[in-house]
């Protein structure tokens, strides 16, 4: 009997990677590129979907099926993307005692990189030398220990929520090779990455820690957080509008980014959108300083 209820366990699992990649994503909101129909715009970045195998190329990141392709989007664990997958099967019978999303643990335990301090140089050099932020404020955002080194001199930029809990964290490498990505078991929908001030009344949301800071260092009277990716659904956003901020979205200035501020406006009319004039406002912010 032990073993029937496995074979079936197993059998629900396979039905459920072989759902459409296509279908998953045009359920999240996904935009197929005009002149790249394997290529995606997300609310994680542009993926490449060649049959069941998916890409991302923001992340650097791949897998197989739509429970790991599901996985990636939500952030979310094995049993929730499950749940989330029972809404494209609704008729059959096997999967008639799906439980609801709600029911399963959103996130995993979150694993936040170790710190090294030795890494602190390389890393605030990145941050200075290469990405023309202000040394001022790259100092003091490490002596606060919002942003510190790991033993691989990424940066990790931590995201807090409620009573300045750690709620996350953002990485991105400093070496050669391009690479960023963010703690396994962040919640995005708990907090973000911010910088600034709640007195100003003014809320910027960017896609990136970087590019927070960037806008900051453009803007510096705003409270500026980054959404960790381009996404338009983020819990916290209407608490900030019931409490009379301004709120501008300053996503970047691509497909994706586009794209994703578009569906915020429509999901909130009041947020304005303030597009930057290059990709995004690092690159706005690294050609004045040139």
């Known amino acids: ?25 045009l359920h999240d909101g996904a935009k197929q590129d005009i002149h790249d129909k394997k290529k995606w715009h997300t609310i994680q970045g542009a993926i490449s979907i060649t049959g069941t195998k998916f890409f991302n190329w923001k992340y650097n990141f791949g897998g197989g099926g739509a429970i790991d392709l599901v996985m990636h989007l939500k952030e979310c664990d094995f049993s929730a993307a499950i749940a989330y997958l029972c809404i494209f099967t609704p008729n059959q019978p096997q999967w008639n005692h799906c439980p609801p999303v709600r029911d399963f643990p959103t996130c995993k335990k979150l694993l936040l990189p170790a710190k090294n ?66 703690a396994s078991g962040s919640d995005t929908q708990k907090g973000a990455f911010y910088v600034g001030s709640p007195s100003f009344k003014v809320l910027c949301i960017c896609e ?27 819990a916290w956003i209407n608490n900030f509008i019931q409490k009379g901020y301004r709120v501008i979205c300053a996503f970047d200035n691509d497909d994706t980014g586009n794209h994703m501020a578009d569906k915020m406006a429509l999901l909130y009319p009041l947020i304005k959108r303030h597009r930057p004039e290059e990709h995004d406002w690092n690159d706005v912010l690294r050609k004045i300083m040139k």
Not at 132 to 152: R, V
Not at 157 to 182: D, P, Y
């Open 1 to 25: 009997m032990k073993n029937q209820h496995k074979s079936n366990w197993i059998n629900k699992c396979q039905n459920f990677r072989a759902i459409p990649l296509e279908t998953v994503l």
């Open 117 to 182: 301090n030795t890494q602190l140089t390389r890393v605030a050099s990145y941050l200075i030398k290469h990405r023309k932020l202000p040394e001022h404020l790259i100092y003091q955002t490490i002596e606060s220990g919002i942003i510190y080194a790991d033993p691989k001199a990424n940066v990790v930029f931590l995201m807090r929520g409620k009573g300045n809990a750690v709620v996350g964290a953002e990485l991105r490498g400093t070496t050669h090779k391009k690479w960023r990505g963010i």
């Open 208 to 234: 990136s820690a970087i590019d927070a800071l960037s806008y900051f260092t453009l803007f510096p009277h705003t409270l500026v957080v980054s959404t960790a990716g381009a996404n338009h659904r983020i």
